[in-house]
């Protein structure tokens, strides 16, 4: 029989909680209106994209404040397939145009486990491709999950960001009548997929 050391069994633990971090935070996520999904590749992560956009029937996706190999493996998935694939700042498009049939994929700096909340960072491009298209997904590290809003202070206290967004689920508003409407300041439909992998290499 195999003995463990210490370490690998700290390892162990430390992995448990993180996917315990990450199906705590996902179930928040859901309960906001998000589709969710825990990936552990970028075929995985692509193989959702592309199902979660045939089920939206968007025919665009945008891309914003991706690493450069990501954004080719995500183009190189949707090409040919009937899709138009844009990148914020690439074209010139009128926002009508990003907005009608489209699904905007972003990174996402942190998520707040404590509320299902997701937090971008200074980062223009996400912020327009998770506010423009009629549907918006956001990619995060599990490691980039906080526990709440405090760890995020403490976050912002070290990186100083000249702004942030925090984003708690799909557009919906209600007037005095509480007559409710999904998507009047941003997207109708929102997903959020965790990756166990370097989303920025």
């Known amino acids: 029989m195999a003995v463990r050391n210490n370490t690998e069994r700290e390892e162990e633990l430390v992995g448990a909680g993180a996917r315990l971090d990450v199906e705590k935070f996902l179930e928040k996520c859901r309960m906001n209106g ?6 552990q590749s970028v075929e995985a ?16 996706i945008v891309l914003g404040g991706l690493s450069k190999q990501l954004a080719e493996r995500i183009r190189g998935e949707f090409t040919g397939r009937e899709y138009m694939v844009l ?24 998520g707040i486990k404590e509320t299902g909340g997701l937090v ?7 912020n327009l491709a998770s506010l423009i298209p009629e549907y918006s997904v956001a990619l995060l590290e599990m490691g980039e999950i906080l526990q709440d809003y405090w760890m995020l202070a ?3 206290r070290q990186t100083r960001p000249g702004g942030i967004a925090i984003i708690s689920g799909p557009s919906s508003t209600s007037d005095i009548e509480l007559t409710h409407v999904v998507g009047v300041h941003g997207p109708v439909g929102c997903g959020c997929i965790v990756a166990g992998l370097e ?3």
Do not use: C, P, Y
């Open 120 to 126: 971008i960072f200074d980062n223009w491009a996400s």
């Open 87 to 110: 990148e914020i700042g690439g074209v010139e498009m009128e926002i009508e145009e990003l907005r009608t049939g489209s699904l905007g994929v972003f990174r996402a700096n942190a």
């Open 154 to 156: 403490h976050l912002i």
């Open 199 to 201: 989303l920025d290499e």
């Open 34 to 39: 998000f589709q969710v999904a825990h990936v």
């Open 45 to 60: 992560l692509v193989s959702v994209l592309a199902d979660w956009a045939s089920g939206w029937g968007v025919r665009k």
